[in-house]
């Protein structure tokens, strides 16, 4: 019906003192002793989660599930949180360790390890702690945050191209009833790149000018646009670069003061 104080090494007990008498002489006097086991606290690995490209962080109090099966506390209450356990120091974020055992972990979504995080896949934080019952008794327990990927976006890059702000330029002298057949001047060469934080692999289709084609035929497929033709004559599947030539092949429709252009939307 009551706690006992708790001595380190000792065993607790709790002693009844028996004797008997006849009326004239008594017994040698004997003894009910029970022994009384320690309840001590049971501290409980805790979980959380956040997800990449979380903008706000996530928190908790690892001491909120310490209980035992039944879900009590134990008998030597209130429990209370002793220390954080070796590093606190986040590997994919910022970890706020508080004294009470509360905590915020802010995610880095500027680590590339986040970034090239799939669908699917996670990356762990562990902290561990201790926590006591009000006799001293102590436990440990581990928390650990599980960070999910999410799929980033793959993004597209078109070189930069000349001064004059296309991204190429090609000359209607050129063509073969131009004022200079056969310079070469309806030819223009660049490049693209393709990128995605979750790794090349995860980039399938390209589409140029509505048409779609897989990845791994865009080497040498060809374009039609408005004046000409967009050949793909080159693509490094290790560093998303393509290149391409564009060969002019008939003239445009002069409006005055307009640059004309061929465009393909990638």
Not at 176 to 204: E, I, K, N
């Amino acid at each position: 019906t009551s706690t006992t104080t708790d001595v380190p090494a000792v065993t607790e007990t709790d002693s009844f003192s028996l004797t008997i008498s006849d009326g004239t002489s008594s017994s040698v006097p004997a003894a009910i002793v029970i022994d009384i086991v320690d309840d001590v606290p049971n501290a409980v690995n805790d979980t959380n989660s956040i997800s990449e490209d979380a903008l706000s962080p996530v928190n908790g109090n690892v001491l909120t599930n310490d209980l035992h099966a039944n879900n009590q506390p134990g008998a030597d209450t209130p429990t209370s949180f002793v220390s954080w356990d070796g590093s606190t120091t986040g590997a994919h974020g910022t970890f706020v360790a508080n004294p009470d055992g509360t905590y915020t972990y802010t995610l880095n979504n500027a680590d590339p390890a986040v970034q090239a995080l799939d669908a699917g896949q996670t990356l762990t934080e562990t902290f561990n702690y201790t926590m006591k019952d009000a006799d001293g008794d102590t436990d440990t327990a581990t928390l650990t945050i599980t960070i999910n990927g999410t799929n980033d976006v793959p993004q597209i890059v078109v070189d930069q191209g000349n001064p004059a702000g296309a991204h190429d330029q090609v000359y209607e002298a050129g063509l073969a009833a131009g004022s200079a057949a056969g310079d070469g001047s309806t030819v223009a060469t660049g490049t693209f790149t393709v990128s995605d934080a979750d790794g090349l692999d995860d980039v399938q289709t390209v589409t140029i000018g509505g048409v779609t084609v897989a990845i791994g035929s865009l080497n040498g497929s060809a374009f039609q646009g408005d004046h000409g033709t967009l050949l793909i004559t080159g693509y490094n599947p290790a560093t998303g670069v393509a290149t391409y030539q564009y060969t002019l092949t008939s003239t445009t429709t002069d409006v005055p003061a307009v640059t004309e252009t061929d465009s393909f939307s990638l």
